[in-house]
């Protein structure tokens, strides 16, 4: 099963994603992830996606293509994965679209997470996210047990550098004016699914099994 999640800057991408692979037993795969990783451990990559991100804007399709086309091809996905902020553009969903049709392959949902942007400013003020698991809190709808320390993994929650109020205003710009096309684009292909972003995060999740079937 090869999945798409579409969605504003926080729609709750990286949280239905994460227990979408956790119940299918497939792989989540985030780019901006893979990016905060490369951050953190300081490599060549890290370096030069901070300075696009901290800014709100996307990576270069350079630097983020193969990175995907790259991972996807590795033995886990053989059983298909879950993309969480890959495509971002059309160029990106279009060299997707390419690889898998060489292999005979497809995307079999485009699940479009909808949440509109009033909400989306509020909810990331309040996101808490693990410098080393990935794992996502939110101070308000999804605490950890402690106070600013992962459940899973015992490190430290942090604000992240793109989640300060100006740089979210960018960020849903550039979604707007770079992302949503991708709605139409996967609509065309039959495989766009929309869910309700708004409910809480088990009402979301129950819709999408509903769609994945379980
Ligand atoms: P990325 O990390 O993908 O960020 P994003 O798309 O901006 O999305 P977020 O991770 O901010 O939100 P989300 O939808 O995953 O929401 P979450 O589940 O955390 O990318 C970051 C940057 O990397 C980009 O700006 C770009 O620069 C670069 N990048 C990455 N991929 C790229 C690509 N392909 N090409 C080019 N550049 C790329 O939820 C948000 C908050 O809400 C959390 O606190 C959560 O707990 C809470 N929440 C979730 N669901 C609910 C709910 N139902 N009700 C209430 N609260 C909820
Ligand atoms: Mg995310």
Do not use: W
Not at 39 to 52: D, P, W
Not at 114 to 143: F, L
Not at 153 to 179: A, F
Not at 200 to 207: G, P, R, S
């Amino acid at each position: 099963m090869k999945i798409i999640m579409l969605g504003a800057p926080g729609a709750g991408k990286g949280t239905q994603a994460k227990m979408i692979a956790a119940k299918y037993n497939i792989p989540h795969i985030s780019t901006g992830d893979i990016f905060r990783a490369n951050i953190k451990n300081g490599t060549e990559l890290g370096k030069k996606a901070k300075t696009y991100m901290d800014a709100g804007q996307l990576v270069p399709d350079s630097l983020t293509v193969d990175l995907l086309m790259d991972r996807i091809s590795k033995e886990d996905c053989a059983g298909g994965y879950v993309l969480d902020g890959f495509p971002r553009t059309i160029p990106q969903a279009e060299c997707l679209e390419e690889a898998l049709k060489s292999r005979n392959e497809a995307v079999d949902y485009a699940i479009n997470v909808e949440v509109p942007d009033s909400n989306i400013v509020k909810r990331m003020g309040g996101r808490r996210a693990c410098v080393t698991c990935g794992a996502t809190y939110h101070i308000v709808h999804i605490p950890p047990k402690t106070e600013g320390i992962c459940d899973k993994c015992g490190s430290e929650l942090i604000l992240r550098d793109d989640d300060k109020p100006e740089t979210v205003e960018k960020r849903l710009k550039v979604y707007h004016d770079q992302t949503k096309p991708l709605i139409d684009f996967y609509s065309e292909k039959g495989v766009l699914k929309e869910v309700d972003g708004t409910q809480d995060m088990k009402a979301v999740f129950e819709d999408i099994v509903k769609i994945l079937g379980a």
